[in-house]
């Protein structure tokens, strides 16, 4: 069965500054990833997702995503961080063949500060 | 606009009394889900559907019910709330097609005492 970790429970930037939010999945094949943000009091949105290629893909506002198989890793970025940024991010992944399958890792909250 | 709604918003219940959570989308997606949130577990995926009449349990589906009687319409039903049962439920849907995005809504906070 697949799964998701996302090591870092809270993350605090400063306006301007780069990010990096880790995850890491387990799952027998190649497989479908995605990156949800939440804001508060929202319902999730999602960022970016990864099937297969090109293994940097790029989202919505202004983030992006690498894919590494060696590492079992898609990690999101993005080089300058907005205080709009502050949320919660959660790293999913699926299983082949269609999204009946969808785990979601436990989430990254995100402050932002000025 | 293309968009999933959930029914109610907030809803403080007493434990055994009977509720339905509806959810509907319009977007003619055939796969609809629901997940709780809760704090330090991410979400979990409750039962979904992938067309109607079709449903299935998905990681916690104990103390839940679902119907998929129509394409759009997909109520999550306690038949008999317990406090372990406090949560934020989502309902999604999405496209059956390999790794189509979900589309969220915008969540039902459920207080059970």
């Known amino acids: 069965a697949q799964s998701v970790t996302q090591p870092d429970i809270h993350i605090t930037v400063s306006e301007g500054a780069s990010l990096e939010l880790r995850c890491n999945y387990s799952?027998?094949?190649?497989?479908?990833l995605f990156w949800y943000v939440q804001s508060p009091g929202q319902g999730l949105q999602l960022l970016l997702k990864y099937f297969s290629g090109d293994t940097l893909v790029q989202g919505i506002k202004g983030f992006e995503a690498e894919f590494k198989r060696s590492q079992s890793s898609f990690n999101l970025r993005k080089p300058s961080v907005h205080w709009s940024d502050a949320a919660e991010y959660f790293c999913a992944v699926g299983a082949q063949g269609g999204s009946e399958k969808l785990v979601f890792g436990k989430g990254t909250k995100l402050t932002v500060n000025p | 606009e293309a968009q999933v709604t959930q029914n109610p918003r907030y809803l403080i219940t007493v434990t055994g009394k009977k509720l339905t959570v509806t959810c509907s989308q319009n977007?003619?997606?055939?796969?609809m889900s629901w997940y709780r949130q809760d704090p330090g577990l991410g979400l979990r995926q409750i039962y979904y559907s992938m067309n109607v009449e079709v449903t299935d349990k998905g990681d916690v589906p104990e103390g839940y019910k679902v119907s998929r009687k129509e394409k759009r319409n997909f109520p999550l039903i306690l038949e008999s709330p317990s406090p372990n049962q406090t949560s934020l439920y989502f309902c999604?849907?999405?496209?059956?097609?390999?790794?189509?995005?979900?589309?969220f809504g915008p969540g039902t906070r459920l207080t059970v005492t």
């Open positions: 977007m003619n997606h055939e796969y």
């Open positions: 799952y027998g094949a190649t497989p479908y």
């Open positions: 999604a849907s999405s496209q059956w097609d390999r790794g189509s995005e979900q589309y």
